[in-house]
């Protein structure tokens, strides 16, 4: 009996090293991928409707946290909201009065 609860691993008595997380160090990609428009920096610069989109993916779609996107994620995120803005502006005649950035 004591076999099977070793090959399972359940007479195995010491703890497993737990998996740790390390940030990003701004490595090659990270610089690449600020180059292309992503990461933190341009979390920062984008406006109110983007923002609101990520909080719609993160709370809702169960997308994970959106504060360092991709410049891919980002550039998907800016489209929906620019059809927000052309979906708002068709319908009401005006403009929306988020500033788009």
Do not use: C, H, W
């Not at 984008?46 to 923002?51: A, M, T």
């Not at 989109?53 to 994970?64: P, R």
């Not at 360092?68 to 403009?95: C, M, P």
């Amino acid at each position: 009996m004591d076999y099977v609860k070793n090959l399972t691993g359940g007479g195995n008595t010491q703890k497993k090293p737990e998996a740790t997380t390390q940030e990003s160090s701004g490595g090659f990609m990270d610089s690449i991928n600020g180059a292309l428009g992503g990461g933190k920096q341009s979390e920062q610069k984008e406006d109110y409707l983007d923002k609101g989109i990520d909080l719609v993916q993160e709370k809702f779609m169960g997308a994970g946290p959106q504060d360092n996107e991709s410049a891919l994620e980002q550039a998907k995120d800016e489209q929906i909201s620019d059809f927000i803005r052309g979906q708002y502006k068709s319908t009401t005649g005006s403009d929306i009065p988020i500033k788009d950035k």
